[in-house]
Structure formats: C-alpha cells, structure tokens
C-alpha cells in the first residue's frame, strides 16, 4: 500500500538530478513510497537521466507553469493518505524508518495539516525546535502534508507559478483551521547554493516573489490591513534590491515590474479571496517572533 506521493517539480535540473537520486536511493522501490518527478517543460528534457524505479513516474508538462501547478498535477495523479515535498537538490537523511515518524506524528497532531521537516542547507545547519511547535510556514523543501488537508483547501494557487507559494499553502491550511508544525526527527539536506544559480535565476526569483507576496496580502490579510501591508511589503522588497548588492538597478527594474504585474492581477486574487479572521491574522504573525 503506497503512503507516501513524494511530490518533485524540476525545470532544466537533469544534470544535477543525479545527486538527487543517489540521496534518496534507500527509497529506491520502497514498498510505502511512490515518486512523481514533474518536468516542468524543460528545454532539455532527458528521461535517459532518471533511473528506473518501480516507484518513480516521469510526468512531462507541455508547456512552464511553474511549481505551484506542477505539484498540483501529481497530487492529483497520486493517492497516497500523505503528500512530501522535496526539491529536486533535495534528499533524506537516514534511512526509510522517518516515514513511521511522520504517519506517528500525523496521529498525534489531528489538528495538523503540514509538518515541516529539519532542513539543513550548505550556509545553515540543523534547527532545534520541539517536537509539533507550531511555525508560521512550511517550506516546500522538504515537508509533509496531509492529503485530506490538501483536497480541504483545494491544492495550490496554480496562477501563482513560483515564489512564496509555500506561504499561500500555509495561510489557506490555517484559515481552514489545519495547523502548520515542526517535525525535527526527519531531517533533509537541501543542497542550495544561491552563488551557483545564475543571475537570471535571481532576477525570476525577485521578480516572482514579490509579486507574489503582494497578492498574497490581497488574498489572505483581514481587509484593515491590506493597504499598509501592501505598501510596506513593496517597499521591504526595493530596500532588499538595494541593501542586497547585487546588480542593484536591474533588481529594482525587476521589483518595480513585478508590482505592475501584481496590479495586472490582483482581479484575479480578489476572485481566490479567503481572508482570515484578524484573530487568525494576529495569531499567524505572532509565530514569527516564538520561532526566531
């Protein structure tokens, strides 16, 4: 019986999915497991690259829609009571036996709809928070999410692409009533290394997140505190651009488009409005200072 859907978007990665492989190999065919690796239209598609495990289905889009739809689709295509994320630089620490912690943790928290797993990076080590603190957001590196949650909240903002979609996830699980924890017995690496992506990669990233957290705000934030959030979260992003250092007046051109492309869709936002209670919203930012 397959538990688990181990959800992996990836665009143009296949020369560094080999490290993906070799990290997660002790789930390689495992009974409880099934892998859905999502090709986001990759301009250089290679299968050739990706090992023939029983438990692996290559889905190949048609055309870029970004991580938010592309792990719509293999939620949709699996089944499995439980849904990881990983990125596809990402791989497990140990062997198969965490998966018995997530379904025991599952058990344990029936309020919960995501578990965030102990992410390490090459720049940060390991966390120390308890067991089921409850944080603010998941990162979709490496985390769980409980199926039914998922179908409660109707998947991801597939308009959204990429960028702070996690974030999106996160406050539609709470304004549904699923909390988001920590679950630091499962532990992944994450191996991101931001100076090895290109400068194109940044500028998308600036670009994506930022419009995306300014939606975001339309989406999800008690009316009284739109127009502020939405003014000093723009600002927060071109203070980034410049405090940042790095190709100063292109970052700024990229923020500043990216808040017309947030104007060119906020109609659509309206339509996918579910805002929280301001006692949900003043709960919410009050777990970033519990987590610092």
């Not at 198969?96 to 090459?122: H, K, Q, R, W």
């Not at 009284?224 to 939405?230: I, K, L, R, S, W």
């Not at 936002?269 to 970033?288: D, E, G, M, N, V």
Request: aromatic fraction near 14%; include cysteine.
């Amino acid at each position: 019986m397959t538990l688990f859907d181990i959800i992996v978007p990836t665009y143009n990665r296949y020369a560094q999915l080999s490290d993906f492989f070799k990290g997660n190999e002790s789930l390689a065919n495992y009974p409880t497991v099934h892998f859905w690796l999502v090709d986001d239209c990759s301009t250089n598609f290679n299968p050739s690259s990706v090992p023939d495990w029983k438990n692996l289905t290559l889905i190949r889009l048609e055309r870029n829609h970004g991580q938010a739809f592309a792990r719509n689709v293999a939620i949709a295509r699996g089944a499995a009571p439980y849904l990881i994320s990983l990125d596809d630089d990402a791989w497990f620490e140990g062997g198969p036996s965490f998966l018995d912690d997530i379904v025991s943790a599952f058990t344990e928290y029936s309020d919960t709809g995501c578990f965030m797993f102990n992410v390490a990076t090459p720049a940060a080590g390991y966390s120390n928070l308890p067991r089921g603190a409850e944080i603010p957001i998941s990162i979709a590196c490496g985390c769980s999410w409980r199926r039914s949650a998922v179908a409660d909240i109707g998947g991801f903002n597939g308009f959204l692409h990429s960028g702070a979609e996690e974030t999106d996830n996160t406050l539609k699980l709470l304004g549904s009533g699923w909390k988001t924890r920590q679950l630091n017995s499962v532990r992944v690496f994450h191996n991101f290394v931001h100076q090895k992506r290109t400068v194109q990669w940044y500028f998308n990233v600036r670009h994506n997140t930022t419009r995306n957290d300014l939606l975001i705000v339309i989406m999800y934030y008690p009316l009284p505190y739109v127009p502020v959030f939405v003014a000093g979260k723009y600002l927060s992003h071109l203070l980034f651009a410049i405090k940042n250092r790095l190709k100063v007046p292109a970052t700024l051109w990229h923020t500043t488009t990216a808040f017309l492309d947030f104007l060119w869709m906020t109609p659509q936002a309206l339509r996918h409005r579910r805002p929280l209670t301001i006692k949900q919203f003043k709960h919410w930012r009050s777990l970033f200072l519990l987590n610092k």
